[in-house]
């Protein structure tokens, strides 16, 4: 993949998730550790930035009137209920080992699942000729899977990096690594995905 259509997308590495003390941080806690996903993530993004791709962030923000007006149920009205990433709060925020970096993208409004609902991310990737997406973040199976499936719908060659993603049981986690590869039709590890990014060079004289 040319590192110039190439664009990696961090989803949701807010303190709720990740951090002690974050609302759903128990219930990942375990995850993270055995999956080593903040590490493989941190590795992620470095190699992006090395190989000078497209980085844009990509934090939930819960809208409450959004999920109000919608009558949402399941996962977003248990966001609603338990006043989970609530808008200028310490676990809406990214964590520190994750936080953008100057002219990398800070995606706005995500409170659905999929990053494409709500938000410029269409417009992002066309004005920059995007033609790759790699993914990673949290839930592997909710908002990472509904991610890929909507980027893939739209004609991207799309990626997961599942080793720089969580789910809540070891379960869910090794079924998404066994059946996404393939509905995707490429690698899925930090590794793999970083070797198959062609950096592009100006040789244009000076």
């Given at each position: 993949?040319?590192a110039?259509?190439?664009?990696?997308i961090?989803?949701e590495?807010?303190?709720?998730?990740c951090?002690?003390?974050g609302?759903?941080?128990?219930s990942?806690m375990n995850e993270?550790?055995?999956?080593?996903?903040?590490?493989?993530?941190?590795?992620?993004?470095?190699?992006a930035?090395?190989?000078?791709?497209?980085?844009?962030?990509?934090?939930?923000?819960l809208d409450?009137?959004?999920?109000t007006?919608n009558?949402?149920t399941?996962?977003?009205?248990g966001?609603?209920?338990?006043?989970?990433?609530?808008?200028?709060?310490?676990?809406?925020?990214?964590?520190?080992?994750m936080?953008p970096e100057?002219?990398?993208?800070?995606?706005?409004?995500?409170h659905a699942?999929?990053?494409?609902?709500?938000?410029?991310?269409?417009?992002?990737?066309?004005?920059a000729?995007?033609?790759?997406?790699?993914?990673?973040?949290?839930?592997?199976?909710?908002?990472?899977?509904a991610?890929?499936?909507?980027?893939?719908?739209?004609?991207?060659?799309t990626?997961i990096?599942l080793?720089a993603c969580?789910a809540?049981?070891?379960?869910?986690?090794?079924?998404?690594?066994e059946?996404?590869?393939?509905?995707?039709?490429?690698?899925?590890t930090?590794?793999e995905?970083?070797s198959?990014?062609?950096?592009?060079?100006?040789?244009?004289?000076a």
């Amino acid at each position: 993949m040319n590192a110039r259509e190439t664009a990696f997308i961090f989803i949701e590495f807010q303190n709720d998730f990740c951090s002690a003390g974050g609302k759903l941080h128990s219930s990942l806690m375990n995850e993270l550790q055995r999956n080593h996903t903040l590490q493989n993530a941190r590795r992620l993004l470095e190699g992006a930035r090395k190989k000078d791709c497209l980085v844009i962030h990509c934090p939930f923000i819960l809208d409450k009137e959004w999920v109000t007006q919608n009558e949402c149920t399941g996962i977003l009205s248990g966001i609603l209920e338990n006043q989970i990433f609530v808008p200028d709060t310490w676990g809406q925020a990214i964590i520190d080992s994750m936080k953008p970096e100057d002219g990398e993208v800070l995606l706005e409004h995500k409170h659905a699942l999929s990053a494409f609902t709500n938000t410029n991310l269409d417009e992002i990737l066309s004005l920059a000729g995007i033609q790759n997406l790699i993914i990673c973040g949290f839930l592997t199976n909710i908002c990472v899977q509904a991610t890929a499936f909507s980027a893939y719908d739209r004609g991207l060659k799309t990626r997961i990096a599942l080793d720089a993603c969580g789910a809540a049981t070891k379960e869910i986690q090794n079924f998404m690594e066994e059946n996404l590869p393939s509905l995707l039709g490429g690698k899925s590890t930090v590794d793999e995905i970083l070797s198959g990014i062609q950096e592009v060079y100006d040789s244009s004289p000076a």
